[in-house]
């Protein structure tokens, strides 16, 4: 699970607005601004948090640690290692 701190951080990273994130995983952008007030664990669906996930993952960005130890996010700009 992420924290809703990795979710803004992320989306902060990529430079995109709560409405790009809204585009590319379908969740909706008030939606997200909600979850990103929260530090911790966000209270919404495991579902909404995996595809604000699966879309900032998809957009070079690698969750790190856990909600309780060390949260935090990699950025990777596609180029191989």
């Known amino acids: ?3 809703g701190a990795q979710i803004r951080i992320a ?3 990529l430079r995109w607005t709560a409405e790009d ?3 590319d995983s379908g969740v909706g952008a008030r939606t997200i601004k909600r979850i990103e007030m ?3 664990l966000p209270d919404s669906t495991i579902s909404t948090v995996s595809k604000l996930k699966l879309a900032l993952e998809a ?3 690698e969750f790190i640690g856990t909600p309780d130890d060390g949260p935090g996010i990699r ?3 596609g180029s191989p290692k």
């Open 1 to 3: 699970m992420i924290t």
């Open 11 to 13: 989306r902060t990273a």
């Open 21 to 23: 994130l809204a585009k």
């Open 38 to 40: 929260t530090d911790g």
């Open 59 to 61: 957009a070079g960005i």
């Open 75 to 77: 950025i990777y700009d």
